[in-house]
């Protein structure tokens, strides 16, 4: 994928079409209907991940309308429909049926959706990122499976926490992915921060002659970096170079704070 083949979406379109999926008929209470779509069991350790996902998404969103060109009242009519669609996914929701009126279903209603998704050309001049197809997401997971099998299979003799730490985010990395299908920095990719830690910590304490099972964890790693790195439009090259983790884990911190993600791969790629 190449950087100007990439196509973009934002947190609004993101969310909004998330909802869209979500805000549908059912007889079950909210907590098993967003169990079942999600294909995990209600209150699991995979639930409440996905669900502090969603209202971290909410609370983001949020503090990305603050910082936009627009009236005060549009602003707060922005966030008021925000505000009702997390509420989707608080303790009121979870525990009723999920169409009961002034629940699940009602709250993810067009009456809150479509205009989130009205914001999505404006939020998108501030905080944008590539949209992967369905092929795209299926060859990261079956990438991010593989390398974390590998990881599993291969100790390290002295400082094993250190793989332990980047199996974990891994598995963060995947979840996310996986059930929420959002690559946005600052989301899923935020996942990728404390894999990027641990790569760099073991990088900077191994000696690879002497410690040969570190040396090809850190092989593995960097051939992962690159096949993720790529599905955003990074170069190989680009990926390979010295410096570039140290840039990647510096903008994820930095989207992750609310700063703009516009030009965000001129910045990966500068």
Known sequence: MNASSVTLTDPARELAELCTLLGVYSNENGDEHL??????????????????????????????????DMDDELKGDAIDHIQMVQAAFGRGAMMNNWSTASYGASLLSGSNIQPIKMLSPIVRM??????????????????????????????????????????????????????????????????????????????????????????????????????????VGVAKETVEKADFLLKAYGAINLIEQGTSATGLLTHLTS
């Open 126 to 231: 501030k905080v944008s990122y590539p949209k992967l197809g369905d092929e795209d997401i299926a060859n990261l997971l079956a990438d991010t499976a593989e390398f974390e099998s590998w990881l599993l299979d291969h100790q390290i003799v002295e400082q094993d926490f250190i793989r332990q730490a980047m199996i974990d985010g891994v598995r963060q990395f995947r979840l996310r992915l996986q059930k929420i299908r959002w690559l946005g920095w600052g989301y899923t990719f935020a996942s990728l921060r404390e894999v990027i830690a641990a790569y760099k910590l073991l990088e900077s304490n191994i000696d690879p002659i002497s410690n040969p099972d570190a040396e090809a964890v850190l092989k593995k790693g960097a051939s992962f970096f690159v096949k993720v790195f790529a599905k």
């Open 35 to 68: 169990a079942t779509n999600f294909r995990v069991r209600a209150w699991s350790s995979e639930f409440y991940q996905i669900i502090s996902c969603i209202i971290d998404r909410c609370d983001n969103l949020i503090k990305i309308v603050n910082t936009l």
